[in-house]
C-alpha cells in the first residue's frame, strides 16, 4: 500500500515538473500550451478545419477559433475557406519545437535502457488506460 502511494506521489511530482518545463519552454517561444498543441496538429493534419482542431483538444468551437485567431495574427497559421495552414514561420517553429522535445526526451530519458524505455512505454500505456477505461 505504502509503494502504491509512493509510485502515484513521484508519477505525479514527475507529470507537474514535465508541464512546468513545458510551459517554461514554450513561453520563450511565444505560445501558450493550447497553441503548441495547435501547431503540432496542424502539421500533423494540413488542411483541417478549426472544427477539427475543436475535437482533437476537447474544446468548444469558439475557444478552437479563438486559438486559431490567435495563431494567424501571430503569422503562425493562414485560413482559407475553413482550412487552417501551417504558414513558412509555424513550420520553423514546429521544427524548433520538436528538436526541444527531442532535447528534452533526451535529459529526461537519459541513463535509461532501450530495454528500459520499453518497458516504460508499456508501463505509461496501460496506466493511460487504466485512467481511461475507469
Known amino acids: ?3 502504491t502511494y509512493i509510485l ?13 518545463r513545458r510551459n517554461r ?13 495547435a501547431l503540432l496538429f496542424f502539421h500533423a493534419h494540413p488542411e483541417s478545419a478549426a472544427a477539427d482542431l475543436k475535437t482533437h483538444l476537447s474544446v468548444t468551437h469558439q475557444a478552437a477559433r479563438a486559438i486559431v485567431e490567435r495563431m494567424v495574427n ?20 514546429h521544427e524548433t519545437m520538436h528538436r526541444n522535445c527531442t532535447d528534452f526526451g533526451d535529459v529526461l530519458l537519459d541513463h ?5 524505455r520499453d518497458t516504460l512505454l508499456k508501463l505509461i500505456t496501460q496506466t493511460l488506460d487504466n485512467l481511461k477505461n475507469s
Open 1 to 3: 500500500m505504502q509503494s
Open 112 to 116: 535509461i535502457s532501450a530495454e528500459e
Open 25 to 37: 519552454d514554450l513561453k520563450k517561444l511565444g505560445l501558450t500550451a493550447e497553441q503548441a498543441d
Open 8 to 20: 502515484s506521489r513521484k508519477i505525479q511530482k514527475l507529470s507537474n515538473t514535465i508541464t512546468q
Open 74 to 93: 501571430k503569422g503562425l497559421l493562414i485560413t482559407r475557406y475553413k482550412t487552417v495552414t501551417l504558414t513558412a514561420q509555424g513550420e520553423k517553429l
